[in-house]
């Protein structure tokens, strides 16, 4: 959901153009900029092949289609309905949570009020965590969605997705509220960059000490949107608060170590890094998983919980190929040194 338009009638919210219902009779109206003019496009109960969506895609600049506000909640349903029809497959089902996260992840990210949002964004959650927990493929695809750019709206649903499976690992559990506050807190774990200027968290350059200064405030940002809603976990609050404490004590806010991490944080950091990583950003390429976990083996001992990361690496079973100090930080990989051995 993007920036809202007004219509001669209606207060109109931009969706993605991917997240619209194909091949089924819509439930909500949709419309589209034609010559910057905003024209009624379908109605409900009208259908809108995959091929024309195709189309749509490729014929928009900025992939947007419209629906009007009052009908925002229609749109979401219908993006949960197609996530649990099992005649779907897997790919279809990944792309129609990965939207509806999209549409929750904008909301947390804008809305003055993010106390209803969070409630929502739970729903999400739960959803993420028995998608991934059913589909082995799930995961795979879900976040192949994701693996040609970078930006906070998509890293905070793969880390999300990243902290549930690691979680349900390390922990060896199917209990499905920790998964739930671990996806939660991952989702949420950069929230504090609503206070933080775009063009800083996107600045391709070293940040100057005053800006890594500012940047290293969005975890207590972030906290201060979080403490006071009741429908947020404690955990989840707490990795919001730390997911940048080191092990060994060197990282920030406080420089918390060892046991004094919440471990949920102490999953998370992990996540956060890998899929910065991972991703393409503007100052770096996407490193495969593989070059991904020897970048991170560089960072031990003193980055991440050793046992967790152990058991995160055991898939990959890599050597360390560059040194990188503890202080490297997925919030702004640019100005970290990396050292190949």
Not at 49 to 73: H, M, N, W, Y
Not at 87 to 104: N, Y
Not at 313 to 337: G, L, W
Request: contains cysteine; hydrophobic residues 35%; neutral net charge.
């Amino acid at each position: 959901m993007l920036a809202p338009k007004k219509n001669d009638k209606a207060i109109l919210i931009g969706i993605r153009t991917n997240s619209v219902l194909q091949d089924r009779p819509l439930p909500y109206d949709l419309f589209l900029q034609v010559g910057g003019q905003v024209v009624h496009f379908r109605k409900p109960g009208d259908v809108v092949t995959g091929d024309r969506v195709k189309q749509l895609c490729t014929q928009s600049s900025e992939g947007l289609l419209f629906i009007p506000a009052e009908q925002k909640s229609l749109h979401l349903q219908s993006l949960r309905d197609q996530l649990k029809d099992p005649d779907l497959k897997t790919e279809d089902r990944s792309r129609m949570l990965k939207e509806s996260a999209f549409v929750h992840v904008h909301d947390l990210f804008t809305s003055k009020d993010i106390q209803p949002v969070v409630t929502e964004a739970r729903s999400l959650v739960e959803d993420m965590v028995s998608f991934v927990s059913t589909d082995v493929a799930a995961v795979a695809s879900l976040l192949n969605l994701s693996r040609h750019d970078y930006y906070t709206y998509n890293h905070s649903v793969d880390v999300a997705v990243y902290s549930i499976v690691l979680a349900k690992r390390v922990y060896g559990t199917d209990d499905k509220k920790l998964l739930i506050t671990a996806g939660l807190g991952g989702l949420l774990h950069d929230i504090g960059k609503r206070d933080i200027d775009l063009g800083l968290i996107n600045k391709a350059s070293s940040l100057t000490s005053s800006e890594w200064e500012m940047m290293r405030k969005h975890p207590e940002f972030g906290h201060a949107y979080v403490k006071q809603v009741d429908t947020i976990p404690n955990d989840s609050k707490m990795v919001v608060l730390q997911h940048h404490e080191n092990f060994d004590g060197t990282g920030y806010p406080f420089g918390l170590s060892g046991e004094g991490i919440s471990r949920l944080a102490r999953v998370v950091t992990i996540a956060d890094v890998f899929d910065a990583l991972t991703t393409k950003r503007s100052y770096h390429h996407a490193s495969s998983p593989l070059e991904a976990i020897s970048i991170m083996k560089g960072m031990q001992p003193g980055k991440f919980d050793p046992s967790i990361f152990n058991s995160f690496d055991r898939k990959f079973q890599t050597s360390p190929k560059v040194e990188i100090p503890t202080s490297f930080d997925p919030c702004c990989a640019a100005n970290s040194r990396v050292k190949k051995k």
